[in-house]
């Protein structure tokens, strides 16, 4: 019994997607935005919003997956997810996804009332995705993409902060330019069975998603840019010196789309940042820059 309940964790854990977590660590953009990095009792919060929007995500890839079951058994790699092989039965999972939420979302209420509502939006716009809204062209993109946006809106109500709309909307800009980037790795992957494993796929074709990627790519360097040299960021930290990340920036975006486009990856971003490690060192090196000229 005690080794078929430790089976059951270790493959729920992988349908938590214990890897994707990272997309949650956009919690911490407000954070260190706001100049209080070095405030431990904001840190704290932070830490347990990030660890409580894991759980709450976590639920939320259980639903997909029992949504998706059918197509991904057909998917060359999604049919190896626990549900879709049947390692985990449906009952399980269901149970496990509602006791996840109902536990995250009493904590979340717990330790901010706005932030609890962040988690509710989160949910609802995520459960009506894996209903309809994927089955709906360029919407099912922005669907996406407002899960990373709602990210950074949940670490700012959390330390009950205001957050810039320049990096509100590079935040946007991003988010869509991933969300098109793993459409195209999946038309390219799976070739003529596309539609087969997610029917919207019909709907897109390399050529319309390249130039989509173009005005993702485009809008995501420009926002970024003049968030960095807007009057009232300058006023806020109260030096110009932000704009030397923007090289870093645009450097980090062409890195993407050399992965993209030259070695074929994009399909799951939440595992480019760990492979590749001239992307992995960018980011670094951006987050040190930022705290340098933020904090000093």
């Known amino acids: 019994m005690a080794k078929s309940n430790l089976t059951f964790l270790s493959n729920a854990l992988v349908s938590m997607r214990p890897k994707q977590w990272i997309k949650n660590s956009l919690i911490f953009v407000a954070l260190i935005f706001s100049q209080n990095l070095f405030h431990w009792d904001t840190v704290l919060r932070s830490i347990l919003s990030f660890m409580l929007f894991c759980l709450v995500s976590s639920g939320i890839y259980l639903f997909n997956d029992l949504m998706d079951a ?28 509602i006791l996840l939420e109902i536990i995250s979302l009493w904590a979340a209420f717990e330790l901010a009332f706005e932030f609890g509502m962040v988690c509710v939006v989160y949910i609802v716009i995520q459960i009506l995705y894996s209903l309809f809204l994927k089955k709906i062209v360029i919407i099912e993109i922005f669907t996406v993409a407002a899960g990373f946006f709602l990210r950074v809106i949940a670490g700012a109500k959390i330390i009950e902060v205001p957050v810039s709309s320049w990096l509100l909307v590079c935040t946007l800009f991003i988010s869509l330019f991933l969300g098109l980037a793993k459409r195209r790795s999946e038309l390219i992957l799976l070739g003529e069975d596309a539609k087969i494993h997610r029917g919207v796929l019909d709907q897109y074709s390399i050529s319309l998603m390249d130039q989509m990627v173009g005005v993702a790519t485009a809008g995501s360097v420009i926002s970024y840019s003049l968030y960095t040299l807007s009057s009232e960021t300058v006023g806020k930290f109260g030096t110009e010196n932000l704009w030397y990340t923007i090289p870093i920036v645009i450097y980090g975006i062409f890195r993407y789309l050399y992965l993209i486009y030259r070695r074929g990856k994009g399909g799951f971003p939440e595992l480019i940042f760990f492979e590749d490690r001239p992307l992995l060192i960018t980011g670094v090196i951006y987050v040190i820059v930022v705290v340098l000229v933020i904090y000093l």
Request: glycine share 4%; proline share 11%; hydrophobic share 30%.
């Open 70 to 97: 059918p197509r991904d058994r057909e998917h060359p790699v999604k049919k190896n997810r626990p549900i879709a092989s049947g390692t985990v039965s449906r009952f399980q999972a269901v149970a496990t996804a």
